[in-house]
């Protein structure tokens, strides 16, 4: 922890360096990568920064909460929450290609978060007299790899992050986590005082939970793989197999129907899938071997406890060939 003490202090003093008297924004994902970014320029520079956040409705069980209540009480960061459920959904109706609804959370979360933020600047300037000119992003240095921004890397996927922003509502950067990797990230997130459901929690993808739906998203469906989810996260964090694993999709199969037998009669139903991963920073991956007993419980509990799901299977696949997400 010396050594991260040490990352810590070193960021706080650029970062106030570079900032000075002027206003920051900062996206919070609700993952933990914006967490600790956000928390770090906080530290740094206290109620300069106004954290936005967009619930676009694609959240885990329990996620929103946890940046409204949580992150807020312990970091006292100054937060504007946009629901943006019903615009994310009704944008999403139809679509089944995962490029195409990538594009889609990507566009309409610039939407949100320019109108979020053109509220903060005009506010900012007005009560501080002070013109918001940076923007916090949790890049870390895997992501720097992957979309194309370090030596000889391949764009594999589109990873949204905020960009494409208006040019007259341009921000310059601060990335403070740029040359981290995850481990380092959580241990930072610890450093700044984080609580550890928060730093320890599951790398998530920004475009959330429509990218686990095979298919199109619904919000019917996407309370069916919150409520598998969330089982399979209470089953394999009382296991206390948290952080053996780097990061546990649920993937519902929407498209796909097979017929099981359940109560009194035939079932025709949809499968969920588990893609249990270990990891050192995403790029590669090993499917986890998780305990039979485990894998027992969440299959019982999924199959008896979420309608109209009547099959449980696991990815056994590594990265590469199969990439962590199903989409
Ligand atoms: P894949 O599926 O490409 O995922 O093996 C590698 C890591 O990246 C996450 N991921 C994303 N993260 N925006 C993100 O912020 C995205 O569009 C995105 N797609 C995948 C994935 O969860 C895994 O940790």
């Known amino acids: 922890t010396w050594t991260m003490a040490n990352i810590v202090e070193e960021q706080v003093e650029r970062i106030r360096s570079e900032v000075g008297?002027?206003?920051?924004l900062c996206a919070l994902s609700g993952g933990v990568d914006s967490m600790v970014a956000a928390?770090?320029?906080?530290?740094?520079?206290?109620d300069q920064l106004t954290c936005v956040f967009v619930d676009g409705g694609l959240l885990r069980a329990g996620e929103v909460e946890q940046v409204e209540r949580d992150f807020v009480a312990h970091t006292k960061t100054d937060l504007k929450v946009v629901d943006a459920q019903d615009q994310f959904l009704s944008e999403l109706a139809g679509v089944t290609d995962p490029e195409a609804k990538r594009k889609i959370i990507g566009r309409e979360y610039i939407r949100c978060?320019?109108?979020a933020a053109r509220e903060v600047v005009a506010s900012a300037e007005s009560d501080s007299g002070h013109t918001v000119e940076f923007l916090v992003q949790g890049t870390l240095y895997p992501d720097v790899v992957e979309s194309g921004g370090g030596e000889g890397a391949a764009n594999i996927k589109s990873h949204h992050n905020v960009g494409g922003l208006p040019d007259d509502l341009q921000f310059r950067l601060i990335e403070p986590l740029r040359t981290l990797f995850k481990d380092e990230v959580r241990k930072v997130g610890e450093q700044l005082g984080l609580p550890p459901e928060m730093v320890w929690r599951h790398p998530f993808p920004g475009p959330g939970l429509a990218i686990r739906i095979v298919g199109e998203v619904t919000r019917e469906r996407l309370d069916l793989l919150r409520q598998a989810d969330l089982i399979t996260r209470e089953e394999t964090t009382a296991a206390g197999l948290d952080r053996d694993i780097w990061q546990f999709p649920v993937v519902l199969l929407a498209d796909v129907r097979s017929v099981g037998v359940q109560g009194d009669g035939r079932s025709y139903g949809h499968p969920i899938v588990l893609r249990p991963v270990s990891s050192e920073d995403a790029m590669t991956a090993d499917w986890s071997r998780l305990p039979y007993e485990v894998l027992e419980k969440i299959s019982t509990r999924i199959t008896n406890e979420v309608a109209e799901v009547n099959r449980v299977v696991l990815d056994i696949t590594s990265k590469p060939p199969g990439t962590i997400e199903w989409e």
Do not use: P
């Open 21 to 24: 008297d002027k206003q920051v």
């Open 39 to 46: 928390a770090l320029v906080q530290r740094a520079i206290g």
């Open 113 to 115: 978060f320019e109108a």
